[in-house]
């Protein structure tokens, strides 16, 4: 759950029970840089200095019985002054509803990944191991050469060489997220409402303007996709399509990323999808972005994403 976080805050642990997360930060703040760098817990507690807030996480594993465990977890703050304790306030007022939220989705998640079937059997095996994207010999890497891959995912769809388009016409046709489950809604819905607060979504923080479109590396000769490709209800921009791979990116406050559909061959004769996830976080925000949506990303929104398109597919194919 805390992976990567340590980057970005004091992370310590006693595994495998125990782990905990300290920052020192202004969190209303769209400014990446508002956060203070201290060694340990201890260095935590001792910081005085006003307009700051004081906040972490911990993590409790419980052993209940021999094949029963009960996680806890709590977030504690605590502002060095007054005028930044109201100035929290008001910022909790708008968050508070969503923090539950997020939180019950994440323990909801955590569950979830603690229950599920062993490596390689059911829906644990939708993930694919990093080289079933890395081995391919995808334009995708040429341009975004200093992207770090997220992850890769199965799409359960299966055809002949050609019908990548079909593919992405199930994409965009999907709906997404407004025929996704009510709790995925809920959690894209309150997305847009943290980021409008926290201003991550400004156009001046967006493709053309905090960072520049990947379609300035595509080689001569590579054509973007044909109109209409972009994504629905969804910010990405397409990048290109090619018989076998498309890709589109999108940009915020916090990362500049790429979705990628890629079309190989399923060793059964015929064809197969998979998605990429690609990004290059916007500094230490990107990072703690990633590494907070991560158990939300893994546990609801791909699921509830890739078991969409795979049904737009069948009904397509009646």
Same mark, same amino acid.
């Given at each position: 759950?805390?992976?990567?976080?340590?980057?970005?805050? *004091?992370?310590?642990?006693?595994?495998?029970?125990?782990?905990?997360?300290?920052?020192?930060?202004?969190?209303?703040?769209?400014?990446?840089?508002?956060?203070?760098?201290?060694?340990?817990?201890?260095?935590?507690? /001792?910081?005085?200095?006003?307009?700051?807030?004081?906040?972490?996480?911990?993590? $409790?594993?419980?052993?209940? &019985?021999?094949?029963?465990? =009960?996680? =806890?977890?709590?977030?504690?703050?605590?502002?060095? %002054?007054?005028?930044?304790?109201?100035?929290?306030?008001?910022?909790?007022?708008?968050?508070?509803?969503?923090?539950?939220?997020?939180?019950?989705?994440?323990?909801?998640?955590?569950?979830?990944?603690?229950?599920?079937?062993?490596?390689?059997?059911?829906?644990? &095996?939708?993930?694919?191991?990093? /080289?079933?994207?890395?081995?391919?010999?995808?334009?995708?890497?040429?341009? &975004?050469?200093?992207?770090?891959?997220?992850?890769?995912?199965?799409?359960?769809? /299966?055809?002949?060489?050609?019908?990548?388009?079909?593919?992405?016409?199930?994409?965009? %046709?999907?709906?997404?997220? %407004?025929?996704?489950? *009510?709790?995925?809604?809920?959690?894209?819905?309150? =997305?847009?409402?943290?980021?409008? *607060?926290?201003?991550?979504?400004?156009?001046?923080?967006?493709?053309?303007? =905090?960072?520049?479109?990947?379609?300035?590396?595509?080689?001569?000769? *590579?054509?973007?996709?044909?109109?209409?490709? %972009?994504?629905?209800? $969804?910010?990405?921009?397409?990048?290109?399509?090619?018989?076998?791979?498309?890709?589109?990116? $999108?940009?915020?406050?916090?990362?500049?990323?790429?979705? /990628?559909?890629?079309?190989?061959?399923?060793?059964?004769?015929?064809?197969?999808?998979?998605?990429?996830?690609?990004?290059?976080?916007?500094? &230490?925000?990107?990072?703690?972005?990633?590494?907070?949506?991560?158990?939300?990303?893994?546990?609801?929104?791909?699921?509830?994403?890739?078991?969409?398109?795979?049904?737009?597919?069948?009904?397509?194919?009646?």
């Amino acid at each position: 759950m805390l992976e990567g976080l340590s980057r970005t805050g *004091v992370l310590e642990e006693e595994p495998p029970r125990y782990s905990a997360l300290a920052m020192i930060g202004r969190p209303w703040s769209p400014d990446p840089r508002a956060h203070v760098a201290v060694d340990g817990l201890r260095g935590v507690a /001792h910081f005085d200095e006003p307009g700051w807030l004081k906040y972490g996480m911990e993590w $409790v594993l419980e052993p209940l &019985a021999p094949t029963l465990t =009960r996680l =806890r977890t709590a977030t504690l703050c605590t502002a060095t %002054d007054e005028r930044t304790r109201r100035a929290f306030a008001a910022y909790w007022v708008v968050i508070r509803p969503f923090s539950g939220l997020l939180r019950t989705a994440m323990l909801t998640t955590v569950r979830r990944l603690a229950t599920r079937p062993a490596p390689g059997r059911g829906r644990a &095996a939708r993930r694919l191991p990093p /080289h079933a994207h890395t081995d391919r010999p995808w334009l995708i890497h040429a341009i &975004a050469p200093d992207f770090t891959l997220e992850d890769v995912w199965l799409i359960d769809v /299966h055809g002949s060489a050609d019908e990548l388009s079909r593919l992405l016409h199930a994409v965009i %046709d999907d709906g997404f997220p %407004d025929r996704a489950p *009510v709790a995925v809604r809920a959690l894209w819905k309150a =997305r847009w409402i943290i980021g409008g *607060v926290l201003g991550w979504d400004r156009p001046d923080e967006g493709l053309g303007t =905090r960072v520049s479109s990947l379609r300035g590396r595509l080689p001569d000769g *590579v054509a973007t996709a044909a109109p209409g490709s %972009d994504l629905p209800g $969804v910010p990405f921009t397409t990048l290109y399509e090619t018989r076998d791979e498309w890709a589109a990116e $999108v940009a915020n406050k916090t990362v500049h990323g790429v979705m /990628h559909l890629g079309w190989v061959p399923d060793g059964n004769g015929g064809y197969r999808g998979q998605m990429a996830v690609l990004v290059r976080p916007n500094g &230490a925000l990107g990072r703690l972005y990633m590494a907070l949506i991560k158990p939300l990303r893994y546990g609801v929104v791909y699921p509830a994403l890739l078991r969409g398109i795979e049904k737009r597919w069948m009904a397509e194919r009646g």
